[in-house]
């Protein structure tokens, strides 16, 4: 069983960076990671996903350019690097983990309960 806990959310302005942190509590270097986020009154969305090594990373449209995924498997830990905030960027973010071959941001096995980043313009 993985537990994974989103930290580094708050009010923030819009510009300028913020680096997101999600813990896990078992071992995750053989799991994909990523992250989502769901706005208010919208459906949950892909943000980020990067595989086992950290070699290869894929980003949704809207944010590409603008955030970094990056992981340290020794600290069992993955960050997303949020640059250029907007606030349409606002949103509770969660990161989420899984197991298998398919790099993609489907079905993933683990979720954490999310941290809220709210950005003001």
């Known amino acids: 069983q993985v537990q994974l806990v989103e930290s580094g959310g708050g009010l923030v302005q819009a510009g300028g960076s913020l680096r997101l942190t999600c813990a896990a509590s078992?071992?995750?270097?053989?799991?994909?990671m990523g992250w989502f986020r769901q706005a208010p009154g919208k459906e949950r969305e892909f943000v980020a996903l990067?595989?086992?090594?950290?070699?290869?990373?894929d980003y949704a449209d809207s944010v590409k350019g603008r955030f970094t995924i990056s992981r340290d498997n020794a600290k069992n830990t993955v960050y997303l690097e949020m640059l250029s905030r907007k606030p349409e960027d606002t949103a509770v973010y969660h990161c989420?983990?899984?197991?298998?071959?398919?790099?993609?941001?489907?079905?993933?096995?683990?979720w954490g309960k999310g941290t809220l980043v709210t950005v003001s313009s």
């Open positions: 078992g071992r995750t270097f053989n799991m994909y």
């Open positions: 989420a983990a899984k197991y298998g071959s398919s790099f993609n941001s489907d079905g993933m096995d683990y």
């Open positions: 990067i595989n086992r090594g950290g070699g290869s990373t």
